[in-house]
């Protein structure tokens, strides 16, 4: 497998990442605000995204709210990265198009799929909106930006701001409309993908 100069750069910049995130762990757990948060957000836009994710996944998947922002937007930044990296490698049709109501009227069954799981998405707000105003126990931040993640970006951008929850956490004010990016550009690659 010859490897050429782009290859040798991601490898490169992956490992610094990976070594980068664990350092970012220690400064957390030993010092006071002594976290290098911005200089791995700025590293996964350079291409690291797939180093810091690994350390995440391997040394430190619990997720607070500290953390929460930085991780929606390295695992954003990773799926775009990839669909980059494939398009540019050649893993796409000789033709692009942005006819996304063909596609989705070729693939019903995604259509259905993301109006029911944004449909769960908005009622899981709602769920949690009614649980804080009366002190009861709340759905979890992870399944929340989960279920937008997975699908349901729309249904939880709605249920944000018409019923006016989460909209003071960044996490939910920038990584939702982060996440719905995201999706659009994973739509775009599969509507141009040549499957």
């Known amino acids: 497998m ?3 100069i782009f290859e040798y750069y991601l490898i490169g910049v992956n ?4 070594f980068m995130y664990l350092l970012n762990m220690f400064l957390y757990s030993h010092t006071e605000n002594g976290q290098v948060d911005a200089i791995l957000t700025s590293w996964s836009l350079i291409g690291g995204s797939a180093g810091i ?3 995440i996944l391997l040394f430190d998947r619990k997720a607070v709210k500290d953390n929460m922002m930085s991780r929606v937007f390295i695992a954003c930044v990773f799926v775009i990265q990839v669909i980059i990296l494939l398009m540019v ?8 198009t942005l006819a996304f109501w063909e596609f989705f009227a070729k693939y019903k069954i995604l259509l259905i799929y993301l109006a029911v799981i944004n449909f769960i998405a908005f009622a ?3 769920i949690d909106k009614v649980n804080a105003a009366e002190h009861r126990s709340r759905i979890r931040i992870v ?3 989960g279920l937008a993640f997975v699908g349901g970006s729309i249904g939880s951008l709605l249920a944000m701001y018409l019923l006016r929850h989460k909209t003071k956490k960044d996490y939910f004010t920038v990584g939702v409309p982060l996440i719905m990016i995201m999706q659009v550009v994973v739509i775009f690659y599969a509507m141009n993908a040549g499957w």
């Open 2 to 4: 010859n490897l050429g």
């Open 143 to 145: 399944t929340l930006l």
């Open 124 to 126: 899981a707000y709602a």
């Open 89 to 96: 490698k050649g893993h796409h049709t000789d033709h692009i």
């Open 53 to 55: 994710l690994l350390a």
């Open 15 to 18: 490992i610094i990442g990976f």
